[in-house]
T-cell receptor
Framework: DTGVSQDPRHKITKRGQNVTFRCDPI?????LYWYRQTLGQGPEFLTY????????KSRLLSDRFSAERPKGSFSTLEIQRTEQGDSAMYLC??????????FGQGTRLTVV | EDQVTQSPEALRLQEGESSSLNCSYT??????LFWYRQDPGKGPEFLFT???AGEEKEKERLKATLTKKESFLHITAPKPEDSATYLC???????????FGQGTTLQVKP
């Protein structure tokens, strides 16, 4: 296993369009997290899955954001009606119950 | 509210000039304190986990320590390749969710 994989690495979209990002976690990890990071800041927690169940969502996750993890494997994060304020790096991480979280390389979103 | 504050925000060192980065935290029920390294345009790379006050961990030129209120990342005789942003995070509760500080950007000049 080569680690957490995210796709795409970069995405430029026009304001108002919908975008979807994919995360493939480390295969034996049952926990999956999404974070958002803006320039000069640390990552901020968005949501957490244990297997296929979404167990926690941040207040940062407005109703335009939706995340899924069908079958407890890969996960998708969709942003509807994108706004310029959504421009950020979206990071995915995975872990097991007693291990540290490993991060992917992120998806850089630019909304123009 | 759980909170993590890192200082300084930026640090410039000459190669070989040792220094320390600080991470202050307030959290109800610390389950672990984590240090990550992040290079520009990339995801955070795991460095250390500390679980209890007095614990220390080392890796090459880096040494992390933990007290009840803060953690230090000591960098001994840094090299230019140590230049990166160093992130501190705490885990509270049992979900594994991390609360990050804003990071310290380290630049080591040859």
């Amino acid at each position: 296993d080569t680690g957490v994989s995210q796709d795409p690495r970069h995405k430029i979209t026009k304001r108002g369009q919908n975008v979807t990002f994919r995360c493939d976690p480390i295969s034996e990890h049952n926990r999956l997290y999404w974070y958002r990071q803006t320039l000069g800041q640390g990552p901020e927690f968005l949501t957490y899955f244990q297997n296929e169940a979404q167990l926690e969502k941040s207040r940062l996750l407005s109703d335009r954001f939706s995340a899924e993890r069908p079958k407890g494997s890969f996960s998708t994060l969709e942003i509807q009606r994108t706004e310029q304020g959504d421009s950020a790096m979206y990071l995915c991480a995975s872990s097991s119950v007693n291990t540290e979280a490993f991060f992917g390389q992120g998806t850089r979103l630019t909304v123009v | 509210e759980d909170q993590v504050t890192q200082s300084p925000e930026a640090l410039r060192l000459q190669e070989g000039e040792s220094s320390s980065l600080n991470c202050s935290y307030t959290v109800s029920g610390l389950r672990g304190l984590f240090w990550y390294r992040q290079d520009p345009g990339k995801g955070p790379e795991f460095l250390f986990t500390l679980y209890s006050a007095g614990e220390e961990k080392e890796k090459e030129r880096l040494k992390a320590t933990l007290t009840k209120k803060e953690s230090f990342l000591h960098i001994t005789a840094p090299k230019p390749e140590d230049s990166a942003t160093y992130l501190c995070a705490v885990q509270a509760g049992n979900t594994g969710k991390l609360i990050f500080g804003q990071g310290t950007t380290l630049q080591v000049k040859p």
